[in-house]
């Protein structure tokens, strides 16, 4: 039997009452509680598992086979319900399975597929609900999920290949702090011994400062990592914050050669999501909205809500869109094409093809760049460290500091 959360006021005693019942139906919990004096302001069915679920994420190749295999399956002439109890059987997510048992059920008892997704939104995006409801809509429930399908797979897939260029700096950076920090916390204090055993010898400035360094680490390395931590978690919640995102999202789009590269794949996100909706019959209205929500960048979504409002009045979308500094010339071009012969989904397919060929030529340029400027950066540290250590070791030893004092 389900369970129940009710908002009731008693009229007795005019008090609040914020509690749970069991009971076959919402109205048969709204009779009891009237019965019992209570004046009902809410009653929203408990699913524990669905409150659960809401909160976990799905990893996009899950929910790519997911779309891939509901689309065979209702493509082979099977029902919906049956569909998804048999995707449900060849799901390997947890999470996922969960989630599509919750959604058949609902569906068995007369609700639309697109409404039950609507309850996981960190599983299903806008995206992929407004899919699915204009394919339930049109009847192409099938082709809307092929189409969805394809549309989440080359995302992700641009996605990867950027972070995979990030990688290999990011791993070079990582030994860079690892080498410096063994050489000062190590080296250097072992080193500092035997320079202050001659005194009145006048060290490199290097040498004084790597020297200071490691001091200030050895005695307060509690306190130094603490303070990294700190700063590392006040970093992490103020991007989450709206003026730590916009300023994010503007050095993405204004650092030299990964801007042209973020651009290009904001460009490829937007021409794809587009697309995609538009062939499925979405409105364009509710494709500019969805887009915004899409593309992961303040600027970018800015303008294509301001580009929506001029939509809204009557104006063309490339029109629109043309002279506006997040968007590179190309798309405006492809839509006006489109808008004029009646095939613009068609028009910002070919948009997201060429940016995502784009965005992986930037990926594969940027990374042979990197590799040699990392190397090159991480041996110019090596050996400023080992001249700051070494060099005063052949300065004494050429005055004869070393053999007289032995």
Excluded: H
């Excluded at 004046?39 to 899950?62: A, G, L, M, Q, W």
């Excluded at 008892?109 to 394919?135: D, E, H, R, W």
């Excluded at 990294?228 to 993405?252: C, H, M, P, Q, Y």
Aim: net charge positive; proline share 3%; hydrophobic share 45%.
């Amino acid at each position: 039997m389900p369970s129940y959360k009710y908002v009731a006021r008693n009229v007795q005693t005019n008090q609040i009452v914020k509690s749970k019942l069991q009971a076959s139906s919402q109205k048969d919990v709204y009779e009891l509680l009237k019965k019992q004096g209570y004046v009902v302001s809410e009653i929203n069915e408990e699913n524990e598992k669905s409150e659960i679920f809401k909160s976990k994420r799905v990893k996009t190749k899950d929910r790519v086979l997911f779309a891939r295999q509901l689309s065979t399956l209702i493509n082979a002439g099977l029902p919906l319900v049956q569909a998804l109890n048999s995707v449900i059987e060849q799901t390997t997510s947890k999470t996922l399975k969960q989630v599509i048992t919750e959604v058949t059920k609902e569906v068995e008892g007369g609700k639309t597929f697109s409404k039950c997704l609507q309850k996981y939104p960190k599983v299903f995006n806008k995206i992929f609900i407004n899919m699915i409801a204009a394919g339930e809509v049109s009847g192409t429930l099938d082709r809307s999920l092929d189409r969805l399908a394809t549309q989440q797979e080359k995302d992700a897939n641009i996605v990867s290949k950027i972070r995979g260029a990030m990688i290999y700096p990011a791993l070079i950076v990582f030994v860079m702090i690892a080498v410096v920090s063994f050489m000062v916390v190590k080296v250097v204090p072992q080193i500092s011994v035997l320079y202050t055993s001659f005194p009145g010898t006048k060290l490199p400035i290097e040498t004084r400062i790597l020297m200071s360094v490691a001091n200030v680490i050895k005695s307060s390395w509690l306190i130094i990592l603490l303070i990294f931590i700190a700063g590392i978690i006040v970093l992490l919640r103020w991007i989450k914050t709206e003026s730590g995102n916009k300023f994010i999202d503007a050095v993405k789009l204004k650092t030299p050669a990964f801007g042209k590269l973020f651009q290009k794949l904001y460009m490829a996100r937007f021409s794809r999501t587009s697309s995609t909706l538009l062939e499925a019959g979405v409105p364009l209205l509710q494709v500019l909205q969805i887009t915004s929500e899409s593309v992961s960048n303040y600027y970018v979504a800015r303008s294509i809500r301001n580009a929506s409002d001029q939509v809204r009045v009557g104006k063309s979308l490339g029109d629109t869109l043309k002279g506006d500094p997040y968007f590179l010339p190309l798309v405006p071009n492809v839509i006006k094409i489109g808008e004029e012969s009646g095939t613009t989904s068609e028009m910002l397919a070919k948009s997201a093809d060429f940016y995502e060929k784009e965005v992986e030529d930037t990926v594969a340029n940027i990374s042979s760049l990197i590799e040699p400027v990392m190397m090159i950066l991480l041996g110019g540290v090596a050996i400023i460290i080992v001249l700051a250590v070494l060099l005063p070791i052949y300065g004494l030893a050429g005055s004869g500091a070393i053999n007289s004092n032995g």
